[in-house]
Structure formats: C-alpha cells, structure tokens
T-cell receptor, first 116, second 110 residues
Framework: DTGVSQDPRHKITKRGQNVTFRCDPI?????LYWYRQTLGQGPEFLTY????????KSRLLSDRFSAERPKGSFSTLEIQRTEQGDSAMYLC??????????????FGPGTRLTVL | GQNIDQPTEMTATEGAIVQINCTYQ??????LFWYQQHAGEAPTFLSY????GLEEKGRFSSFLSRSKGYSYLLLKELQMKDSASYLC???????????FGRGTSLIVHP
C-alpha cells in the first residue's frame, strides 16, 4: 500500500490558463474524492466518484471545473480559465466500502495551485 | 447543512494533556472523524467514532456523545511534533461525504 499520490505537487500558472491535476488512489479503494483547502480552513468538498461514476458534485464546483475517473482507478481534475481565487491546495482522498473500514478517507499530499 | 465548531487555537506544554473539543449540529448523524494536519501537508486520519463513548489509540483518544452533538480529542504526553491543526469532520444525512470544521491549531511549547 503506497498511499494516495498526487501530481504535480506544486503548480504556478497565469490567470486564464488551464491546469490539470492527477490523483492515484490506494489501489483497492473504490471511492475517490476531491477537496479544496485554503489557509486557515478545513477541506471543502468538490466532487466524489464511486468506481468510474461521478456521484456527487458540490455547488462550489463551477462549470470551469471538471473531473474524470475513466477506468475507476486514477482521476483527473481540470480547471479551465483559471482565476486568482482558484489558488488553493487541491486534495484528493480515497476510501473503500469494505465492511469494517468505516469508509475512512485517506488523503494524498495535495497539489498547491498558485494563479498569478 | 451542518454546523461544526472547534476552537481556533490552543497552546499546551510538552508532556501535558490537552483536550480539543468539537460541537456539531446536524441531522442524520453517521460518524465523526478526527484528522491531524501539519502545515503544508495533507490531513492524516486519527480516529473514527460512530457510537457514544471513548475510543483509545495510544496517546490519542476520541470521545463522542451523539445526544449532545459533542466530541473531543484527547492528546496525552504531548510532544513537540504534535504541534499541528486538528480537524473534526462529521458525516450525516445519508451522505458519504464528511463536512470538515475549520480545525484547531495546537501549539506545543517546551
């Protein structure tokens, strides 16, 4: 078990550019979540997948944000036409529905996005 | 929606015991999590409570009272490395998605 990994760890971009982040969950986990976290706040939920199906999206997820999990394994989060307000840490987490695991989420190291 | 309240900041002395409280208002409670987050790093799982009572895990213990909408995280024999933010997260209303509080920044000094 290598844990949840995310790539890149840091991204600096200019306003208006598109960015894409990748998340690789723990291998046997069927659920995958994306969160956004800004300084002094807890993680805010963006979206969630069970296998390849995107089952829930937050109202925070504007139409500039899109997420995919095409084969039920890794996931990508794309932000189009980035704005300075998108600057944040983007966290990915995964969990399993296996009995006894409590559906506990395990987080990756995050991608820190800075929009100039 | 859910309302989760934690103190913003706490300080404690190395070797001491500290209790971090979390209160919540929600319907359809379905579990409470505590996470530790060091600055610039991802949250790491500490504990999960779904039934009333105390769960002990080494130096850390977590307590839940569903009737009072209250939980606490108890840290014993504090070490400098325990300086971090402690996040309370509540799952409710049939959703798999926990809602996180703003976190309590714990500063441990010598």
């Amino acid at each position: 078990d290598t844990g949840v990994s995310q790539d890149p760890r840091h991204k600096i971009t200019k306003r208006g550019q598109n960015v894409t982040f990748r998340c690789d969950p723990i291998s046997e986990h069927n659920r995958l979540y994306w969160y956004r976290q800004t300084l002094g706040q807890g993680p805010e939920f963006l979206t969630y997948f069970q296998n390849e199906a995107q089952l829930e999206k937050s109202r925070l997820l504007s139409d500039r944000f899109s997420a995919e999990r095409p084969k039920g394994s890794f996931s990508t989060l794309e932000i189009q036409r980035t704005e300075q307000g998108d600057s944040a840490m983007y966290l990915c987490a995964s969990s399993t529905t296996l009995a006894g695991k409590g559906d506990t989420q395990y987080f990756g190291p995050g991608t820190r996005l800075t929009v100039l | 929606g859910q309302n989760i309240d934690q103190p913003t900041e706490m300080t404690a002395t190395e070797g001491a015991i500290v209790q971090i409280n979390c209160t919540y208002q929600t319907s359809g409670f379905n579990g409470l999590f505590w996470y530790q987050q060091h600055a610039g790093e991802a949250p790491t799982f500490l504990s999960y409570n779904v039934l009333d009572g105390l769960e002990e895990k080494g130096r850390f213990s977590s307590f839940l009272s569903r009737s009072k909408g209250y939980s606490y995280l108890l840290l014993k024999e504090l070490q400098m490395k325990d300086s971090a933010s402690y996040l309370c997260a509540v799952r409710a209303g049939g959703s798999y998605i926990p809602t996180f509080g703003r976190g309590t920044s714990l500063i441990v000094h010598p």
